[in-house]
């Protein structure tokens, strides 16, 4: 007699949980943790997110760890509580407390600030964070009381919204692309004022098409493996790779999509030259991704998932 994680581990394996992270867990933790509930070892994360914050955490299951690099790459939105006249270390309020200066600012000077970012800009990534300087995570040389000169790197704030403010607090929502630190923009913001600033909380509230009210915490998983619904809480892959076109192989073509080959367009129905589409077999059975080779004039595999 199977039990309820047994019976649904067939419909679990493949594709991604919306998990909503809480205080206190780092993202590897969060995969520790779903490894024991679900019992399955092909899990993977989607985008790292400090201890301190919490959010929205897509985690990849069994074959959908192959959307990981897909998904990584997509823009996320934070709903942020910026503190003035505080700098930190860490640039966020665990740290420890580097100056403190009277918050004289008015509130048209902090929308003023705060707006200048919006764009693409050049972000000098913290000391401590994850990133390798020669095989060496900066916040292990951070905490070595070492600081090293790190390079600026391109990041998009797509917008920049205030939600609240009451001085010296800011609670600010922010739309960006993928590499960006919001406890490094709280602390521009402030310097760029004169007064510092530091991160004070922080809620990612989408990932790409993933978003708070969909996501679970890991309680709510384990009662979904108890209660046997936890296949009902998982998006397909297809689901996730719903924006490309579809394209459907002859029965010709068959043999070729079933080793990841490439296909000529007389093999394929549809004909959607486009940069990335959903391949099926003749059976309606998906596949992968393909993308349109101009030079090649052939569809060519990008990322396989059954075949």
């Not at 000169?149 to 800011?170: A, C, G, T």
């Not at 030259?273 to 991704?289: A, D, H, P």
């Not at 101009?294 to 990008?302: A, C, D, L, M, S």
Request: include cysteine.
């Amino acid at each position: 007699m199977k039990n309820s994680l047994q019976r649904s581990k067939d419909k679990i394996m493949d594709g991604i949980l919306v998990i909503r992270k809480e205080k206190g867990y780092t993202s590897h933790d969060v995969v520790a943790k779903l490894r024991g509930i679900l019992h399955m070892k092909k899990i993977g994360h989607t985008g790292t997110l400090d201890p301190a914050a919490e959010g929205v955490l897509p985690v990849a299951l069994g074959k959908g760890t192959r959307l990981v690099e897909l998904l990584t790459e997509k823009e996320k939105t934070y709903e942020a509580v910026l503190r003035l006249g505080v700098s930190t270390d860490t640039q966020d309020m665990t740290g420890a407390v580097l100056s403190e200066k009277p918050v004289t600012v008015t509130e048209e000077e902090v929308r003023e600030a705060v707006g200048s970012f919006v764009g693409e800009q050049q972000q000098v990534p913290p000391m401590y964070s994850a990133l390798k300087v020669n095989g060496k995570k900066l916040y292990e040389l951070a905490r070595e009381g070492k600081t090293i000169e790190r390079k600026p790197r391109p990041v998009v704030f797509y917008e920049i919204r205030i939600l609240d403010m009451e001085l010296s607090l800011v609670r600010i929502s922010v739309t960006c692309s993928k590499g960006t630190y919001i406890r490094t923009l709280c602390n521009d913001i402030g310097e760029k004022l004169g007064c510092g600033g530091a991160m004070e909380e922080l809620l990612r509230t989408r990932s790409g098409n993933f978003t708070l009210e969909e996501s679970m915490t890991l309680s709510q998983v384990e009662e979904a493996v108890a209660d046997g619904t936890i296949g009902e809480k998982l998006v397909s892959i297809e689901d996730v790779l719903s924006m490309y076109p579809v394209l459907t192989c002859t029965p010709e073509g068959d043999r070729l999509l079933n080793n990841g080959n490439p296909l000529p367009e007389e093999l394929v129905q549809g004909g959607s030259r486009e940069e990335k589409v959903r391949m099926y077999k003749s059976s309606g059975n998906f596949t992968g991704i393909y993308g349109w080779d101009e030079r090649k004039q052939k569809y060519v595999p990008i990322r396989m998932f059954f075949v």
